[in-house]
């Protein structure tokens, strides 16, 4: 393959090869690559320079000339740019798009607007989600040989369009993080002391990858106003501030009573978005879980001789199976939320579900015991009463082992517990129920 | 009745006739009191102390000399003082305990840990999941007369043992809460200047009375660290800071998240209490459920001719109530989760309402064309699958029109809309759906 020139640059571009693109490039030195790219209009400049691995692409801006290196910094949030990159399949999109250099992201971010930042998140590297999607670059930067009446000086200049000044950021030579100082600890130092005699070395950070969630869990265990995000290589890109903690917590809570109530999603706009696409976000679960209940219909379908001969038998089906799914949704509910906020350890999962299969029992002793009543007066049938007491002493205990158990299996298959819904371990129940049921009948009607 | 005298003073607290008591001591002079209750022990003075009306015990403190100021505040703390308290019917107590003076509620709040302060609540006056218990007192008070070097001097000097330096509280000669310094305004501004002219006037602020969920609201609409608490006459009691925030919005999640399973109660030690006690949490929402569910078994005992005649009819039950608690439970998560975030407002609840029923419209149609074909598949009964199918398409309509009215219903009458559980939902679509069914049936199958 001979050396890229200028032509083939071009014509592997138009014609969008960009894994021979990339194989060509990086063959390249970090000169002869931004020369190219001075060379095409800048979203198609773009497109070459988010191709470069990131070490690379560093070097590669650094020798663009000013000019190139705004109008690069502009196209980040251009409609054209976009568009070449739709033209990838999202694998490759996703295997040749590395995370922006720390450098290009703090320019970038400071001049886009965070709708131009949603927009062009795909060309930044950072998935949704994630510590990048939230952070602002909006912080202040200290080094560590300025004295505290400097550091004061530099906080004071850069107040009025920083996100926060409580926490500034000492970098060492590399731009890597190196500790941090407080302003309180700032305002109460002695004027001539030394940065990095007051910092705190060591702070807690995140990676632009860091799931938000993390983020959120991170800053409140710290008890911290930020927490500054850093790149692959250590570089410090952005800060998390409080505010975004709350806004976090809440959508992630929003998403778990989404996932329990077995709706799909989490996006806000919920109440705006059309009928049509409503109806496709729920329809998904919906039928699983009447593929589900087809089952519970089939074993009810094969008691038929047994139905004919007691038909009031039917009329117990629906408590029966309805007291497995409550049951089984508050043993659910308690283990998805314990989980969720770290109060339950999946470590003490064993012991958990035996504590639930224990209020279970007792659950289904005292509400059995009412249920026998009931069944009695209503059918007045002393062995058919029996039989759906103690069907429902066993649905009781099962619902709370199935209840208890499940986030935990869901959850060692890297599957969200919170995707155990109300709906899912009902319908789950009502095959378990109804199976328990004619079981129990055929054992003690003697069938 | 003759003046309070010691004797009788000694004699009503002892049989605590607390009501006449109180009718005594508030015709009394502030010094009389204060003379009385330096003469019983503290535990016993300090109940007396709290039935005072709010400004005259604010008075009566005053008057007590500084050992039995100390005294009386320590004994806020104390088992036998509750003890005391604990003999009178609850509302009474409510009526005659009033929330305690500014000057002893800030002074207390220092001394007591936070788990005192959760013992001490009842004596404080301070409703659980208000903003009184969630406050410190630990805050930074300026006077609008101080230079910005005498208030950064204060701040020095307060630093240490103060939970946020961060917004400084302006109070004017009454106590009352006059404006807000940020240390940002501090350090920016010139030294010289003076306190009132730079402070923000007219803050934001809450009621010791004010709910969690208020609070944390308000603190993230107005963006702000800290959010000040005054008392009813607008004194300034204490701060909530921004690490609350998350607490209480995790917590509210919580809370949504068990009610929404079905499961009351809220309190953090879920998986350390005792079994009983989790079995008496649950036992109540199973039992009222069943209760609902025997109306359905009863409308299907009531179709014992009709099932004995076309048994398969029995086997579709449970599909049909199942996907109808499915897909009300789906209406009722959205609508829930959207009044707790506030996007939903109560005022939209017609559009909303008809629009999931809308929605539960084309879910009907397009699951009811699936299960026409299991259903006949599984009977071999075209009548029959025609019934099931129509079944499904009038409760898909009937259940989003249940779970989307229904929190709004609640909120209309004062309950928690996330009362309206998975659970509860299922059930009373139970109801509805054998109801459809069996009304289908006989309309559809002219018998």
Known sequence: MPALDEYRFR????????????????????????????????????????????????????????????????????QAARAFLEGMPPDDRAELLEEVPAVVARKLLRILTPDQRRITAQLLGYEDGTA??????????????????????????????????????????????????SLKDLVLADRDNKVAHIMKPDPPFVFTYTDREEVAKKLREHDILTIPVVDAEERLVGIITHDDVADIIEEEATEDIYRFGAVPGTERGYFTSRILSVVKRRVG??????????????????QE???AEIVILAAFIPLLIGTGGNVGAQSATVVIRGLATGEVHPSRALKIILREAGVGAILGLVLGAVVLIWAYALGRNLQVAIVVSNTLIAISIMATLAGGALPFIFRLFKLDPALVSAPFITTVMDIFGVALYFFIAHLMLRL
């Not at 920083?162 to 993080?177: A, F, G, N, Q, S």
């Not at 039928?287 to 094969?302: D, E, H, K, Q």
Request: charged share 25%; glycine share 6%; proline share 3%.
């Open 285 to 302: 679960w919906l039928f699983l879980l009447i593929l589900v209940n087809t089952v519970t219909g089939s074993i009810i379908a094969g």
């Open 11 to 78: 014509e592997l571009l138009e014609s969008k090869q960009y894994k021979i693109l990339r194989q060509g490039l990086i063959e390249l030195a970090p000169s002869d690559i931004a020369d190219l790219l001075m060379r095409v209009p800048s979203e198609r400049a773009l497109i070459a320079f988010r191709l470069l691995p990131k070490g690379l692409a560093a070097d590669v801006f650094d020798h663009l000339n000013g000019t190139h290196q705004n109008r690069m910094l502009e196209s980040f949030s251009d």
């Open 305 to 307: 001789a047994l139905l």
């Open 132 to 181: 990048g999607r939230e952070m602002t670059p909006l912080f202040v930067d200290l080094r560590s040989d300025m004295t505290v009446a400097q550091a004061l000086e530099r906080v004071r200049q850069l107040a009025i369009n920083r996100e926060t000044i409580y926490e500034c950021y000492v970098m060492d030579d590399h731009r890597r993080l190196a500790g941090t100082v």
